[in-house]
């Protein structure tokens, strides 16, 4: 569940030109509700919190989170790239 690997996403940091490779829910998790801008919390940012609560209760698996991860980065206007490995 929540340990569950996925396909890495590569987003941008808040400090320009620094990447960050996400690879499981537990990490999508601490990104959204560390260090995701306030200002760029909409629906698709919701959504991806959710995912990452039902994935800890088995209701969703991480696919489904790593997919609302992609739609809450692109919302927020946050570079993200999905395949291999930057940085």
């Not at 808040?14 to 829910?25: C, K």
């Not at 995701?36 to 609560?53: D, S």
């Not at 809450?72 to 291999?84: D, K, L, S, T, W």
Request: proline share 3%; hydrophobic share 40%; glycine share 6%.
């Amino acid at each position: 569940m929540a340990d569950d690997h996925f396909d890495v996403v590569t987003i941008e940091t808040e400090q320009p030109g620094r990447l960050l490779n996400v690879t499981n829910t537990r990490q999508v998790a601490e990104r959204l509700t560390g260090a995701w801008p306030a200002a760029h919390r909409g629906t698709a940012y919701t959504r991806a919190i959710k995912a990452c609560m039902d994935n800890f209760s088995g209701k969703k698996n991480s696919q489904a989170v790593r997919q609302a991860f992609i739609e809450a980065a692109q919302e927020a206007n946050i570079f993200v790239r999905e395949g291999p490995r930057l940085g």
